[in-house]
């Protein structure tokens, strides 16, 4: 996809001369052990990991992910009377802003990955702060 050439810097020859997908996928599962993927907006990384095991005839339960997007929400949306959220879920952009985060690097995988991990740090902390129990889905 183009656009995905434009925005990941990531060119269909990149990907042919890469790391065969199940290595890849068998060598990921071996550096995470049992720790969550921790993520932004990780529903469209769940899509892709499903797809990935399904191709490998691997069972996806394994795999627990945070969603910075879902923290984000929890700590700074309050829920209404009707039971929505007060706001949507913020961009990674928008919550390196908010958490004064410089993402020089965004829509690259490193950079998009390093920025995440730094809001998340930031999250854990108003996390400890306010008591409030952090779960993975």
Known sequence: NLNNIEIHN????????????????????????TAPL??????????????????????FNEIKFIDTAALDLRLNSPVGLDGKRAHSPKSLNQLCKAYKVDNEAAHTAGGDAYATALVFIQMLHQYQDRNMKLTSK
Do not use: C, Y
């Open 10 to 33: 990531i060119t269909r020859q990149d990907v042919s001369t890469g790391i065969p997908s199940n290595i890849a996928l068998v060598e990921a599962l071996k550096f995470m052990g």
């Open 38 to 59: 921790v993520g932004h907006m990780v529903d469209v990384d769940k899509g892709f990991f499903k797809e990935w095991f399904k191709e490998e005839n691997l069972s």
